[in-house]
T-cell receptor, first 115, second 114 residues
Framework: AQSVSQHNHHVILSEAASLELGCNYSYGGTVNLFWYVQYPGQHLQLLLKYFSGDPLVKGIKGFEAEFIKSKFSFNLRKPSVQWSDTAEYFCAVNPTSGNTGKLIFGQGTTLQVKP | DGGITQSPKYLFRKEGQNVTLSCEQNLNHDAMYWYRQDPGQGLRLIYYSQIVNDFQKGDIAEGYSVSREKKESFPLTVTSAQKNPTAFYLC?????????????FGDGTRLSIL
């Protein structure tokens, strides 16, 4: 079965620390890749996406992610986190072979940034 | 402003009762989705609809039903057959029927059992 795995369930960082959240998926075909973020009390929103082209994609608020096809990975990074980055982060994969917009989500990573 | 409206925000269900969660979007999106969010499990797809009058089962459709009579609306009914309905339910929509468009999410409905 297709699945998405986020390695870190709960991450605690101090402000200005660097962030990397892991995401791996199990699907051998072409995929569209997403990172979504859910800030406390807010709805889920898109952080960044990858469809094709440059495997290093930049999103909002200084986040970026790198697609490594050989490793089936799409890790999220930020050089210096802020307290306002405290949120839950979800990696999601859309296998294109199904010709649908179905997303398979990872379990989510809760990021807590200490001021 | 365009967006997705889910109602109610909180819902309580009695044993043996069916309840319906509302989802309306004014984004003119073709596709709509229902997800269930449980702690530590991420979001799991219940049902999705790519066009009006058509919908497909997701990964955890048992105990749920949907309809898509209008482009703007995609209500979800949690039936009495769903034995563990307590969860946070999220509705989403996307432009186009395929996965190369990001999904937009509503604020969710939290369902609890009385």
């Amino acid at each position: 079965a297709q699945s998405v795995s986020q390695h870190n369930h709960h991450v605690i960082l101090s402000e200005a620390a660097s962030l990397e959240l892991g995401c791996n998926y199990s699907y051998g075909g072409t995929v569209n890749l997403f990172w979504y973020v859910q800030y406390p009390g807010q709805h889920l929103q898109l952080l960044l996406k990858y469809f094709s082209g440059d495997p290093l994609v930049k999103g909002i608020k200084g986040f970026e992610a790198e697609f490594i096809k050989s490793k089936f990975s799409f890790n999220l990074r930020k050089p210096s986190v802020q307290w306002s980055d405290t949120a839950e982060y979800f990696c999601a994969v859309n296998p294109t072979s199904g010709n649908t917009g179905k997303l398979i989500f990872g379990q989510g990573t809760t990021l807590q940034v200490k001021p | 402003d365009g967006g997705i409206t889910q109602s109610p925000k909180y819902l309580f269900r009695k044993e043996g009762q069916n309840v319906t969660l509302s989802c309306e979007q004014n984004l003119n999106h073709d596709a709509m989705y229902w997800y269930r969010q449980d702690p530590g499990q991420g979001l799991r797809l219940i049902y999705y609809s790519q066009i009006v009058n058509d919908f497909q089962k997701g990964d955890i459709a048992e105990g749920y039903s949907v309809s898509r009579e209008k482009k703007e609306s995609f209500p979800l009914t949690v039936t009495s057959a769903q034995k563990n309905p307590t969860a946070f339910y999220l509705c989403a929509s996307s432009y186009g029927q395929y996965g190369n468009q990001p999904q937009h999410f509503g604020d969710g409905t939290r369902l609890s059992i009385l």
